[in-house]
């Protein structure tokens, strides 16, 4: 089991950067996939981005590609979300969460573990 807990989150106006972190409790963090959601007021929780095991393979939802970049440091037990140009559809809560399915996970039945959420507000 891992516990996940997600900081970094805050205001910002549009077109400016934010870095979240999602620290791990466990060392067995570098066996997970993991991924970031999101979830805005009044809608259901969508995908972000995820990342492999080792960091070599990443992938985007559309509305965030090129403009996010997800990350991970397995020696820190901790996942990144490098978030620039952000617009105000971005304000939402950010989550962390982690699964040990195999391949692109991004759906949230996948993930059994997660974090409590990092509210992030875009001004515009």
């Known amino acids: 089991q891992v516990q996940l807990v997600e900081s970094g989150g805050g205001l910002v106006q549009a077109g400016g950067s934010l870095r979240l972190s999602c620290a791990a409790s466990e060392r067995t963090f570098k066996n997970f996939r993991m991924t970031w959601f999101r979830q805005a007021p009044g809608k259901e929780r969508e995908f972000v981005a995820h990342?492999?095991?080792?960091?070599?393979?990443?992938y985007y939802a559309d509305s965030v590609k090129g403009r996010f970049t997800i990350s991970r440091d397995n020696a820190k037990n901790t996942l990144y979300l490098q978030m620039n140009s952000l617009k105000p559809e971005d304000t939402a809560v950010y989550y962390c969460?982690?699964?040990?399915?195999?391949?692109?996970?991004?759906?949230?039945?996948?993930?059994?573990?997660w974090g409590q959420g990092t509210q992030v507000t875009v001004s515009s």
């Open positions: 969460a982690a699964t040990s399915s195999i391949g692109v996970v991004t759906t949230t039945a996948q993930h059994a573990y």
């Open positions: 990342i492999s095991r080792s960091g070599g393979s990443t």
